[in-house]
């Protein structure tokens, strides 16, 4: 509740990561609850946690296999070499500015992954929505530069872009492209950093 008031509040829009914030301590009601039906722990009790935390596992090795299907394409991207992806976005970023990369905007999972493993700050406007991302000035974002984040079923026709094919096998939607590009668009920063900005 406290969160949705603060997101009408300030006029943001709910995302669907903020269920962890929101649920992460109905464990404690759930074992209260159960606690109250079931009795104390027993042996029984272990053995059924076990076997629940083995089929949990089992699932998540399957899907990062191929075995298993993944739900949606945001929880496939897992299965990315995510730091030859980062590394790639670096080093395109590196080749036309000497000004650190400070700002990802577009696609949330993708970006997400190059900041994550960048090993080094990087914010991301989701979906380069400011509303999404509220934290994030504007102003600040335009004058440092940015990379926009892209996936799309063809690569870019444009020279200054940088274009990577991926293959995601653990996910199948027939609305939906299983081979795509990642595509990233530079964004000149407007101040320089310390030497001249590569052309």
Same mark, same amino acid.
């Given at each position: 509740v ?35 039906y ?12 076990l076997?629940?935390?083995f &089929?949990?596992?089992?699932?998540? /090795?399957?899907q +990062?296999?191929?075995?298993? !299907?993944? %739900?949606?394409?945001? #929880? ?6 995510a ?28 970006s ?8 080094q700050?990087?914010?991301v ?10 934290? &994030?000035d504007?102003k600040k974002? /335009?004058?440092? +530069?940015f990379?926009?984040? !892209?996936? %799309?079923?063809e690569? #870019? ?6 274009s ?7 996910y199948r ?27």
């Open positions: 406290f969160i949705v008031f603060i997101a009408l509040a300030l006029g943001v829009r709910l995302q669907s990561q903020w269920g962890l914030q929101t649920s992460q301590f109905l464990p404690i009601l759930i074992a209260f609850y159960l606690f109250r079931f009795g104390g722990w027993s042996i029984r009790h272990f053995r059924i946690w076997l629940i935390q &089929i949990a596992i089992a699932i998540f /090795i399957g +990062g296999t191929g075995i298993f !299907m993944y %739900a949606s394409r945001g #929880s496939a991207v897992r299965e990315l070499p730091q030859k992806i980062s590394d790639s976005a670096m080093a395109f970023w590196k080749s036309k500015t000497n000004c650190p990369l400070k700002y990802l905007s577009g696609h949330p999972p993708m997400a992954m190059i900041s994550a493993y960048s090993h700050l990087i914010q406007l989701e979906d380069g929505d400011f509303e999404k991302s509220p934290w &994030i504007e974002m /335009i004058e440092s +530069g990379l926009d984040v !892209m996936v %799309a079923r690569p #870019s026709n444009d020279s200054n872009d940088f990577m094919k991926f293959e995601i096998k653990s939607n027939n609305d939906d492209s299983v081979n795509d590009h990642l595509i990233l668009k530079f964004h000149k920063p407007l101040i320089e950093c310390g030497m001249m900005l590569k052309n």
